[in-house]
């Protein structure tokens, strides 16, 4: 089977930095992805990492340590408009095929 | 980026109905799509994987009779929700994999299903 583990909620300012760490259990890992999802919409893709290390886009970072089933998603210069949840994602082939398993999510608010 | 068309995106429904919902692929074709299942303010929960012209694979303790799905085309994807109960109210929810570098997953629109 596959386990996630993420905080479930975080606070920050405007302008401050975060980070969403997630950490994983899984058999047949293939990479951690990251998703936002805005209170009543749909989830939306943010990064993917399959090897070890670092991956910017834009304001968002996404790290991964394959050693340590570990990785986190950094956020730079907050934005009201990030106030949303973010999950972590892990792609894993079983038996039945690829598949993505998401963990509980962690919910962001940014205060002005 | 790609898109997937799901409908609807709300439906209230009596207990002991089914309800349907469809997931269309748009400007790619699909051969796979997953269906999600998303309580208020909890995470994303498999159900199944459809598979185009094979039958779906579905998680552990999902019932099968209860969560049809069908996926007969490349561009469409069907969950039929048989005998709704109160408890089957949720966040039905499908995406089509984008397999290459990113992995990424395209996500419809999702469907509130509210049973009476």
Redesign the interface.
């Known amino acids: 089977g596959q386990s996630l583990e993420q905080p479930s909620e975080v606070t920050a300012v405007e302008g401050a930095i975060v980070q969403i760490n997630c950490t994983y259990q899984t058999s047949g890992f293939y990479g951690l992805s990251w998703y936002q999802q805005h209170d009543g919409g749909a989830p939306t893709f943010l990064s993917y990492n399959a090897l070890d290390g670092l991956e910017e886009t834009g304001r968002f970072s996404s790290f991964l340590s394959r050693s340590d089933s570990y990785g986190y998603l950094l956020l730079q210069e907050l934005q009201m408009k990030d106030s949303a949840s973010y999950f972590c994602a892990v792609r894993d082939r079983d038996t039945g095929g690829f598949k993505t398993i998401f963990g509980a999510g962690t919910r962001l608010f940014v205060k002005a | 980026g790609a898109v997937v068309s799901q409908h609807p995106s709300w439906v209230i429904c009596k207990s002991g109905t089914s309800v349907k919902i469809e997931c269309r692929s748009l400007d790619f074709q699909a051969t ?1 799509m ?1 269906w ?1 299942r998303q309580f208020p ?6 159900m199944a ?1 459809s ?1 185009e012209g094979s039958k779906a ?1 579905y998680e552990q303790g999902v019932e099968k009779d209860k969560f049809l799905i069908n996926h007969a085309s490349l561009t469409l994807s069907t969950l039929t929700v048989t005998s709704a109960h109160p408890e089957d109210s949720s966040f039905y ?1 499908c ?1 089509a ?1 984008e ?1 290459g ?10 469907t509130q299903l509210s049973v009476l």
């Open positions: 796979t997953f999600y303010k909890q995470s994303l929960m498999l994987t598979n694979t929810i995406s994999p397999w570098r990113n992995e990424k997953l395209f996500f419809g629109s999702g």
